[in-house]
């Protein structure tokens, strides 16, 4: 990163640093010093979900990082408000983008127990809270079925194999795919889940509202400014596996209620397209 910088930025109008809340939050710190010290503007999108602790616990950098970008992109107003609570005020709110075109609209008419998780392996997005709760449906009858698409990140993904094999649940692992061949896959299942502890305004929710596939998604970080509740998905509380079941249960009951929820969800995110998103960096990219 720092290489592409001492390489490209001399030729750059702008660095566009994408800035997380984790460990890669100092690649974007190293970064914006670089950019600094060789008079480049550069702008942080901030994409990490657990940022508005990282503002407490890295007070200084934050202040150096963010105070000294050009402007600061907010791709939720999670995040937009969060900064602006600790005193920044160089924000614009710009969300995630995806292109529509890529994601066909699937309206099911009838909700079977296939779920489908995509996201990385971590910690931090909880994969293992999805085998918990296929478990418990698997426990009550329900033959359910799940797929988890995404890469290995902290050792997740082995547990998460550990634990599917010691107790039988019904789960296949395709690691990571490309958006291609997981949008294909997604028409074999019905259900979306994000388990996550942390978050911001995760893609892969877009594009699974995107898909017509009804979301079920914990309640934390950006999700609740991207889903409204009972309206354009479900939320349910972080790390509790009863309410993640008793939405499912629902959605299976009540396959209207699904198909509503995924025709609201396609309307809203038809926001999130790139012919619509691009327009509004366009002003902060040529002043």
Avoid at 125 to 132: E, F, H, S, V
Avoid at 162 to 179: P, Q, R, Y
Wanted: aromatic fraction near 10%.
């Amino acid at each position: 990163m720092l290489a592409a910088v001492l390489r490209y930025g001399p030729k750059s109008k702008v660095v566009l640093i994408d800035t997380y809340s984790t460990q890669n939050f100092y690649f974007a710190v190293a970064v914006a010093n670089l950019c600094r010290l060789l008079r480049i503007p550069y702008i942080p999108i901030l994409r990490g979900g657990d940022l508005p602790s990282r503002l407490q616990r890295s007070e200084r950098h934050c202040r150096r990082l963010f105070h000294g970008a050009k402007i600061n992109v907010a791709p939720s107003a999670y995040l937009l408000e969060a900064f602006k609570k600790q005193g920044y005020d160089n924000l614009v709110y710009i969300p995630n983008t995806i292109q529509l075109k890529n994601y066909p609209f699937v309206l099911r008419k009838q909700i079977h127990p296939k779920i489908l998780w995509v996201r990385s392996f971590a910690e931090l997005y909880n994969p293992m809270l999805a085998l918990d709760v296929v478990k418990s449906l698997q426990k009550q009858g329900c033959h359910p079925s799940l797929c988890m698409v995404g890469p290995e990140k902290d050792g997740s993904l082995q547990r998460c194999k550990e634990m599917a094999e010691a107790e039988n649940v019904a789960v296949t692992f395709t690691g990571k795919l490309s958006k291609t061949k997981w949008v294909a896959l997604s028409t074999s299942y019905d259900i979306f889940i994000n388990t996550t502890n942390f978050d911001n305004t995760p893609v892969s929710v877009i594009e699974a509202m995107a898909l017509g596939l009804p979301v079920i998604s914990t309640n934390v970080g950006g999700v609740p400014y991207l889903i409204d509740d009972g309206r354009t998905g479900i939320l349910v509380p972080p790390n509790e596996v009863d309410p993640f079941v008793f939405a499912v249960q629902d959605l299976l009951a009540n396959p209207k209620k699904g198909s509503q929820l995924a025709t609201a969800a396609r309307a809203q995110v038809t926001n999130y397209d790139w012919k619509v998103v691009k327009e509004k960096w366009f002003p902060i990219l040529d002043e």
